[in-house]
């Protein structure tokens, strides 16, 4: 068990790049959670997949937000056109199997948008 | 819909003393809750969990926690405070009960001084 990875740790873009961060989850966990985390906030719940297919997306997650679970396994979180509003610190989490299965969290990857 | 609590954004406390960390939850359903810890530009990880199994929780480095459903709390609790335990605490509570997304409070930062 290695725990959850994410890819980079650290990303630093100018206003209206895409950017793409990777979440490798524990193996065999079949479901993955993306939060958003600012600065002095808890963690706000972004989307959920269960393997494949991605199940709930919060309001949060506006058309500049896409995320994939291809195969069931990684999972990529892409914002397209970023904003200075996007700066945060975004969360992978995965979790074996039932609702309420704790979370683990990865170590998350800071966005900064210039 | 579930939420959560934290009384108190900045915790105070020498070493040796009792950590006492206030969360207050609402809940439609029994609920499942959370303590997380976070040091710095980290992710979260696990403090311990309730699941209605009982009502005094134990989880690690010393913590627990308890469920008192009269005074709809959670606090979180550590006779004896290291310099160590100095980070960002979170308390958070499963969604819904289909147990989805966990919903976090806004965090208390505990500081031990010595």
């Known amino acids: 068990d290695t725990g959850v990875s994410q890819d980079p740790r650290h990303k630093i873009t100018k206003r209206g790049q895409n950017v793409t961060f990777r979440c490798d989850p524990i193996s065999e966990h079949n479901r993955l959670y993306w939060y958003r985390q600012t600065l002095g906030q808890g963690p706000e719940f972004l989307t959920y997949?269960?393997?494949?297919?991605?199940?709930?997306k919060s309001r949060l997650l506006s058309d500049r937000f896409s995320a994939e679970r291809p195969k069931g396994s990684f999972s990529t979180l892409e914002i397209q056109r970023t904003e200075q509003g996007d700066s945060a610190m975004y969360l992978c989490?995965?979790?074996?199997?039932?609702?309420?299965?704790?979370?683990?969290f990865g170590p998350g990857t800071r966005l900064t948008v210039l | 819909a579930q939420s959560v609590t934290q009384l108190g954004s900045h915790v105070s406390v020498s070493e040796g003393a009792l950590v006492l960390l206030r969360c207050n939850y609402s809940?439609?359903?029994?609920?499942?809750l959370f303590w997380y810890v976070q040091y710095p530009n980290q992710g979260l990880q696990l403090l311990l969990k309730?699941?209605?199994?009982?009502?005094l929780v134990k989880g690690i480095n010393g913590f627990e926690a308890e469920f008192k459903k009269s005074e709809t709390s959670f606090h979180l609790t550590k006779p004896s405070a290291h310099m160590s335990d100095a980070a960002e605490y979170f308390c958070?509570?499963?969604?819904?009960?289909?147990?989805?997304?966990?919903?976090f409070g806004k965090g208390t930062t505990l500081s031990v001084s010595s």
């Open positions: 958070a509570v499963i969604r819904n009960q289909a147990g989805t997304a966990l919903i």
């Open positions: 309730y699941t209605s199994a009982a009502t």
């Open positions: 989490a995965s979790s074996p199997d039932q609702p309420t299965d704790t979370q683990y």
């Open positions: 809940s439609s359903v029994p609920p499942y």
């Open positions: 997949f269960q393997n494949e297919a991605q199940l709930e």
